[in-house]
């Protein structure tokens, strides 16, 4: 009798010590996985927050192919697709951790023109926003008349729709080395201005109406030096007057 005692009060004093030592078990385990869900919470948000802040290639307004056969859907696909995203995935390492991470890439531009020591950031972000307003400059089956606001400005400007015309394919073929030609409003009149490597009018106080890139990988696979060839060709059938008017309201 007395052994059996024993053996229940053990028995007892046993089962109570695993329940405590269970149900501490269980309010730790529940704290791990509420930390667990809580770090992977944090994570994530981190994750969508970087990538929130992170500039991606525009998709093209067209299919690559559709400006054939003015410009190729070999020269586009280069062009957008190497050229044009190595400029977004430069600009995305060059400023992550920077005081840059997160603006506009204007305000980027604007914040970093002409500074020596942000050349790179400049050169990127400029060149991202040149090529994304340089595939909006153009569309299939372009030129033609501009809208009537857009040639009533063209008119007062530059006399005919043709001397712009001329003014810009002048702009273009002349501009020595890479840049760009640019259509500009600036103060209440249309300008004709060219701009050298990744330099962009944002920077002078003037707004861009379109423009035409003369990089020679616009258009060397089309062309070869042909550069007055493109031009001409881009401003007979391909400039997208329309988007010219839009961005001049």
Same mark, same amino acid.
């Given at each position: 009798?007395?052994?059996?005692?024993?053996?229940?009060?053990?028995?007892?004093?046993?089962?109570?010590?695993?329940?405590?030592?269970?149900?501490?078990?269980?309010?730790?385990?529940?704290?791990?996985?509420?930390?667990?869900?809580?770090?992977?919470?944090?994570?994530?948000?981190?994750?969508?927050?970087?990538?929130?802040?992170?500039?991606?290639?525009?998709?093209?307004?067209?299919?690559?192919?559709?400006?054939?056969?003015?410009?190729?859907?070999?020269?586009?696909?280069?062009?957008?697709?190497?050229? #044009?995203?190595? %400029?977004?995935?430069? &600009?995305?390492?060059?400023? $992550? +951790?920077?005081?840059? /991470?997160? @603006?506009?890439?204007?305000?980027?531009?604007?914040?970093?023109?002409?500074?020596?020591?942000?050349?790179?950031?400049?050169?990127?972000?400029?060149?991202?926003?040149? #090529?994304?307003? %340089?595939?909006?400059? &153009?569309?299939?089956?372009? $030129? +033609?008349?501009?809208? /009537?606001? @857009?040639?009533?400005?063209?008119?007062?400007?530059?006399?005919?729709?043709?001397?712009?015309?001329?003014?810009?394919?002048?702009?273009?073929?002349?501009?020595?080395?890479?840049?760009?030609?640019?259509?500009? &409003?600036?103060?209440?009149?249309?300008?004709?201005?060219?701009?050298?490597?990744?330099?962009?009018?944002?920077?002078?106080?003037?707004?861009?109406?379109?423009?035409?890139?003369?990089?020679?990988?616009?258009?060397?696979?089309?062309?070869?030096?042909?550069?007055?060839?493109?031009?001409?060709?881009?401003?007979?059938?391909?400039?997208?007057?329309?988007?010219?008017?839009?961005?001049?309201?």
């Amino acid at each position: 009798m007395k052994y059996l005692r024993t053996e229940i009060i053990f028995i007892f004093l046993f089962t109570i010590t695993i329940s405590f030592f269970g149900l501490a078990f269980a309010e730790t385990g529940d704290d791990v996985s509420k930390e667990s869900e809580s770090s992977k919470g944090g994570i994530m948000s981190k994750v969508k927050v970087e990538s929130a802040t992170e500039y991606v290639l525009p998709v093209l307004p067209y299919a690559q192919n559709a400006l054939e056969p003015v410009i190729s859907a070999q020269t586009l696909s280069f062009h957008y697709g190497k050229h #044009h995203k190595g %400029y977004v995935d430069n &600009l995305n390492k060059l400023v $992550a +951790g920077t005081e840059f /991470a997160g @603006l506009t890439l204007e305000e980027i531009i604007t914040a970093t023109a002409g500074k020596a020591d942000k050349s790179a950031i400049f050169n990127n972000a400029a060149q991202v926003w040149n #090529h994304t307003f %340089y595939w909006n400059s &153009l569309k299939p089956k372009g $030129a +033609g008349e501009p809208p /009537a606001a @857009l040639k009533h400005k063209i008119e007062a400007s530059f006399g005919t729709v043709d001397a712009c015309k001329k003014e810009l394919a002048a702009a273009a073929t002349t501009q020595f080395g890479s840049g760009w030609a640019w259509l500009v &409003l600036d103060g209440d009149k249309l300008k004709v201005i060219k701009t050298g490597n990744a330099d962009s009018p944002l920077t002078q106080g003037m707004k861009p109406l379109l423009n035409i890139d003369v990089w020679e990988h616009a258009y060397y696979l089309d062309y070869q030096n042909r550069r007055v060839d493109y031009v001409n060709a881009v401003l007979d059938k391909l400039i997208n007057w329309n988007f010219a008017a839009d961005n001049l309201k």
